[in-house]
Each structure stands twice: as structure tokens, then as C-alpha cells.
């Protein structure tokens, strides 16, 4: 069974820096895409950053380009996201999802995601 | 970028209800679209990929069709573990947004 286990959220401060993982197990993560989509409190769910099976192709949405990046560790099962000057409207649960191949962007499983609040 | 709409935003139905729910892109996306099942405090479920096919345990009234820019889901008989909202997403190239949902409660 594919399981995928977000952790790293917490308080910080605008501007300062977090980093959320991501930890897949019941399938080898190598094989397959991954991407983070976020869900402000009360909002809908956006796309924020993705990267290819190998690691070597990664996309952002405009609104985290320049601040967020996101990273794996296939020997780990492992997924990040390096996120940089954070901003107040970036707070949101944060949920990682394993893509349906080794690319494109259909999300067949999700972790249960976790919070970031970043306020001052 | 491409842009995704949903109508309704809400509906109120009926246990055994036909519910259907409609997905707009922005432009031709052919059949790279997906519908999402989220219900309160949970993380999204895939219900439908690649506009009509149904994921692996979803239940066979849930049902999409469409391509290129106007697509549907549609529920055939609601069922009460069917109360959510449900997204559309396309997933034809980066960035793959959402809709904006269609919450789905009881009348």
C-alpha cells in the first residue's frame, strides 16, 4: 500500500526559511514523479513545485519561483520542499502527492498533509 | 498558463440524486483532466483521470467525460458518503492548477 508521510510544518516568521519532507513508502519513489500542492485555510488547492522520477526536471508555480525548491532523495524514499522568505499568504496545509508515472501530473496518492503558518 | 473554472460553485442535493458538475479550461487541454473528491480535514482522492477513467476503488457512479476545453463529472445516484467538494485539475503541462471546487451538501 503507498503511503506518503509529510512532516517539517510549524509557526515561522515572514522571511525566514522551512523545509517540509516527505516520506513514501510501498512503492519505490524513484520510479515516479512527485509533486506539492497546497491548500490555504478555507481556500482551494494549488500546485506548487514538481520534479521528475530521476530528479533531474523540476517546475514551480510563479508564486513560489525564486523562494521554494524542492529536492529528492530516491535512496531515502524522500521528498522536499526548501522553502525561503516566506511569506504570509504562503501559509497553508502543504500536501505531497505521487504522480501517476514518471511525469506528468495527475496526483493518484497524497499524503495528509502538513501546516505552515507563517506569521509574525 | 491555463486557467480552470468549475459551475456550480455549490448544489444541494438529494440522497439518490444525478449530480453533475461541469469543468471549463481556459484552452484545449484534450483529454488531460482529472477530478478530485475532498471532504473536510482529509487530504484529495482521485476519482477520474484522464477525463473518463475511473481509479483503481472508486466507485462505479462516479463517471467523467469531455475533451478539449468543457468537461463533466457526473455522480449517478448520490450516495451519503458522496457529501464533499470535487475539484478539476488538468494535468497537460506545468503549472497544473485546480478549479475552485464544487462543494456538494445535503438539501
Known amino acids: 500500500e503507498v503511503q506518503l508521510l509529510e512532516s517539517g510544518g510549524g509557526l515561522v516568521q515572514p522571511g525566514r526559511s522551512l523545509r517540509l519532507s516527505c516520506a513514501g513508502s510501498g512503492y519505490t519513489l524513484s520510479t515516479y514523479a512527485m509533486s506539492w500542492v497546497r491548500q490555504a485555510p478555507g481556500k482551494g488547492l494549488e500546485w506548487v513545485s514538481g520534479?521528475?522520477?530521476?530528479?533531474?526536471?523540476?517546475y514551480y508555480a510563479d508564486s513560489v519561483k525564486g523562494r521554494f525548491t524542492i529536492s529528492r532523495d530516491n535512496s531515502k524514499n524522500t521528498l522536499f520542499l526548501q522553502m525561503n522568505n516566506l511569506r504570509v499568504e504562503d501559509t497553508a496545509v502543504y500536501y505531497c502527492?505521487?504522480?501517476?508515472?514518471?511525469?506528468?501530473?495527475?496526483?493518484?496518492?497524497w499524503g495528509q498533509g502538513t501546516l505552515v503558518t507563517v506569521s509574525s | 498558463d491555463i486557467q480552470m473554472t468549475q459551475s456550480p460553485s455549490s448544489l444541494s442535493a438529494s440522497v439518490g440524486d444525478r449530480v453533475t458538475i461541469t469543468c471549463r479550461a481556459s484552452?484545449?487541454?484534450?483529454?488531460?483532466l482529472n477530478w478530485y473528491q475532498q471532504k473536510p480535514g482529509k487530504a484529495p482522492k482521485l476519482l477520474i483521470y484522464?477525463?473518463?477513467s475511473l481509479h483503481s476503488g472508486v466507485p462505479s457512479r462516479f463517471s467523467g467525460s469531455g475533451s478539449g476545453t468543457d468537461f463533466t463529472l457526473t455522480i449517478g445516484s448520490l450516495q451519503p458518503e458522496d457529501f464533499a467538494t470535487y475539484y478539476c485539475?488538468?494535468?497537460?503541462?506545468?503549472?497544473?492548477?485546480f478549479g475552485p471546487g464544487t462543494k456538494v451538501d445535503i438539501k
Open positions: 484552452q484545449s487541454i484534450s483529454s488531460y
Open positions: 485539475q488538468h494535468s497537460y503541462t506545468p503549472p497544473f492548477s
Open positions: 502527492a505521487k504522480i501517476m508515472g514518471a511525469v506528468g501530473g495527475t496526483f493518484d496518492y
Open positions: 520534479i521528475s522520477g530521476s530528479g533531474g526536471n523540476t
Open positions: 484522464g477525463a473518463s
